[in-house]
């Protein structure tokens, strides 16, 4: 639902303008679906390299930057964490689903990985309570770049060890079959695929 609300409803929103003919039903949902069997054409997801194998067609359309953010106040008075074993023992949060292994997946440029394992204080499929939960001091998060930098600006969150950073997600489009795509289907996936590298390339200049 983050990827909705932060970049592809207003996407979308440009691409229905452009085609006036085009109809959509959108359903926005953090649950994995499944894409032939709920007669989905397309679906846009997030996920963390390595991908596993699927029949279905997949087409790339970005990357989903992370970062560990905290709130100032969670901070305060405390010894800043220095590396990524000092993370240890601080109350975090996570994204869902509950009863499973947490853990960080941290990098360097220079090539060093990390994985820091942490047992979440709160767990769920909603970024916005992870952001609010995280504005209010509950906890250090992992959430996208996209989604916080704003608050990172206005001093509401601070970078948790910013020379580490988690790893990317991989936004991509699936759906079951070229042969078959509809061709307001394909216009849509071709548009977000052009909208998005335009994106990176504004970005990087």
């Known amino acids: 639902t983050a990827l909705l609300n932060f970049q592809f409803g207003e996407l979308i929103a440009r691409f229905m303008i452009a085609n006036p003919r085009v109809e959509i039903h959108l359903e926005s949902t953090n649950r ?33 930057t992370q970062c560990l953010v905290a709130s100032p106040l969670l901070l305060e008075g405390r010894k800043h964490p220095e590396g990524p074993a000092d993370l240890h023992g601080w109350p975090s949060l996570d994204l869902g689903p509950p009863h499973r292994e947490h853990s960080w997946s941290l990098e360097q440029s220079d090539g060093k990985t990390a994985i820091v394992s942490h047992t979440p204080r709160l767990v769920t499929d909603d970024m916005a309570a992870l952001r609010e939960a995280a504005i209010k001091g ?68």
Not at 34 to 62: A, K, N, T
């Open 138 to 205: 509950v906890g250090i998060v992992q959430l996208p770049t996209m989604m916080v930098w704003q608050d990172v600006q206005a001093g509401r969150l601070t970078h948790v060890l910013p020379q580490w950073i988690p790893k990317s997600g991989i936004i991509h489009a699936v759906f079951p079959s070229r042969r078959g795509l509809l061709p307001s289907v394909r216009a849509l996936v071709d548009f977000m695929v052009s909208e998005c590298g335009a994106r990176r390339r504004t970005i990087s200049a």
């Open 32 to 64: 994995r679906v499944d894409v032939i069997g709920e007669g989905f054409d397309v679906v846009i997801r997030v996920r963390f390299p390595p991908l596993e194998h699927s029949e279905l067609v997949m087409r790339r359309l970005d990357e989903s």
